[in-house]
């Protein structure tokens, strides 16, 4: 409370995603009465739908990071970032950074007021507890925007929380606005891509309890992970391969639900001979430089592989050996099927 006067403007400094845009709005919300003005600024671009979403129905206002926008601020503030995480942080002196990130011996954060708790799931679980024990009930937008942080980061509680996460969102829950939330999280896709899952609706096959498509040319690759990641979630789909060229390179997506193929053996068994291949249990990714297909078209690469798919599948080690004769035959007319 000693660093904040009436006369003083603060900005408050983030690297755009849910976790950072719900702490600052919380920081901001401490601040409010306490000093001359504040403003958050980001030092990225947000283009995910959800972080749109969350920006505009939970009316955080930001501002792009630029040197005439801070040269007007006379405190810098940093929130679930550190000073050496990004260069754009670097040139500034921080009066307050709240974080939850592991600390680096190399690079100790230095400033008048640090709180830093790498065990925390969420900076908003630690944004939480500075408002409850300064005694300010957040209003409804700040507490959906808290608890969209600590959903976020903890991925829904799936991998690195705390049991303050439980308690922040428990005492979050109360004062949110969950149809808000709702609205949030199904925000997935864009407008601009769904002519891009017509066309990958059109031309999926159907292998065995996998799927794949070839979805030629794309203006980003991002669009391959966003199909990917939406084919996971049909039921009867166990693992899918999106591919595409863009940037003269074959990209391709692989994605499993990690259970019966070991994703990232089979994108090493599949491709690795003709670029980059490789990945984790339930996810993988391939780039091919289109010169190395050497004149064969990248569909035809890939239709090529998928038919020994199952002796791949088979050398990849978490692999179910599913012997049965149904899937050879599944296999022997791929073709036919989609
Ligand atoms: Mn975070």
Partial sequence: MSLFNKKENWLILISGDPDALASAKALKRILARRVNGVCIAMINEITRPDNLAMVRYLQIPIKRLTPPLAAQYDKFALVDSQPHHHPSFAGFQFSIVMDHHPLNPKNPVEAPFTEIYPAYGSNSTLLTEFLYNLKIKPGKLL?????????????????????????????????????????ITRSEFRVEWLSYFSYAFRKMRLIGDGLTVFMDQVDSTDILVILADFFLRVHDVSWNMVSGVADDKLVIIFR???????????????????????????????????????????????????????????????????????????????????
């Fill in 143 to 183: 507490a959906t925007a808290l608890l969209y942080g600590i959903k976020t980061d903890t991925h829904s509680f799936e991998l690195n929380f705390h049991d303050a996460d439980i308690r922040a969102f428990r005492y979050l829950s109360k004062y949110a606005d969950h149809t808000l939330l709702r609205k």
């Fill in 256 to 338: 499993g639900d990690g259970i019966k193929v070991d994703i990232g053996k089979l994108a090493e068994n599949l491709f690795s001979d003709l670029g980059s291949a490789g990945g984790k249990k339930a996810m993988g990714r391939a780039e091919i430089p289109l010169a190395n297909l050497r004149e064969e078209h990248p569909q035809q690469i890939i239709w090529e592989r998928l038919q020994n798919c199952k002796l791949a599948l088979k050398k990849s080690a978490k692999l179910l050996a599913e012997e049965d004769e149904a899937s050879e035959e599944e296999f022997a007319d791929m073709e036919t099927k989609t």
